[in-house]
């Protein structure tokens, strides 16, 4: 496996399974957030599938973005191009025709709080702790914030946003509603996942398809909201600050 991590893909009885993986504990290089948003793009279109499964492999859903490239940006348009990145998958995911559903098997950092925000259901075995450390490296969770805040409410993105050393558990995730549902096994977690999507493909995928707009009103000015709000962390992860936390947090 390569430093940009991998992505796959599998179809079977309507269910499309995209599975990402990055050796920096599933953290996203552009590289990776390019590839699943062609991929999402790409499911959303076909007629063979009718529900899509969104997870990663190892014990870490996802650490968010990757620090090697964060500390790696010289200039404001390289920095907004990295974002911009996160802002395509939120973007791909809420605009996919079919509904998605998040398998979390672990801890969600940043960009990765934002992955499962913008899934249209979650389920996640019970050490899914989740955190938003952006602050404390002198940027902050400015393009996932309206999928974050859509899905768990203003006040408690902002809890999550002013204690960004602090770990919330998954139960406190579940009342929230990041979650829909917490096991204590991974293979409960499977088989909700499971039984989930495939009853869900047994649904007539145009109603789907519809419903999944509806859930998403309201959200349209994300084309452009997004792309802002990249360019404000393109601009501040150049900031001394910002290279010197991420040093610190390397070491």
């Known amino acids: 496996m390569s430093d940009t991590g991998s992505l796959s893909v599998s179809i079977e009885n309507k269910i499309a399974t995209i599975t990402f993986e990055h050796p920096a504990s599933n953290s996203f290089p552009s590289d990776l957030l390019q590839k699943l948003t062609s991929e999402l793009n790409a499911v959303s279109k076909n007629n063979e599938v009718n529900v899509v499964i969104l997870q990663s492999k190892g014990k870490t859903f996802c650490a968010g973005a990757s ?105 406190w995730a579940v009342a929230k509603g990041l979650y829909a549902d917490l096991f204590d096994s991974m293979a409960e977690v499977d088989n909700a996942v499971k039984n989930t999507a495939e009853r869900l493909a047994s649904y007539n ?43 610190q947090f390397k070491k």
């Open 67 to 171: 620090f090697d490239e964060l500390l790696s940006i010289k200039t404001l348009a390289d920095g907004k191009k990295f974002f911009s990145g996160f802002a395509d998958v939120i973007n791909a995911m809420r605009k996919c025709s079919k509904i998605i559903i998040g398998r979390v098997q672990g801890k969600a950092v940043g960009g990765g709080v934002g992955l499962i925000s913008a899934c249209d259901i979650a389920f996640a075995y019970q050490d899914a702790g989740v955190k938003l450390s952006e602050i404390a490296i002198g940027i902050g969770p400015f393009v996932i914030e309206p999928a974050v805040s859509r899905k768990i409410g203003k006040n408690a993105m902002s809890e999550m946003t002013l204690q960004p050393n602090v770990w919330q558990t998954a139960d």
């Open 205 to 247: 995928p145009e109603a789907l398809a519809e419903m999944k707009k509806v859930f998403w009103e309201g959200t349209e000015n994300w084309d452009k909201l997004l792309y802002e709000r990249a360019a404000i962390s393109g601009k501040l992860v150049l900031s001394d600050f910002t290279k010197e936390a991420l040093s």
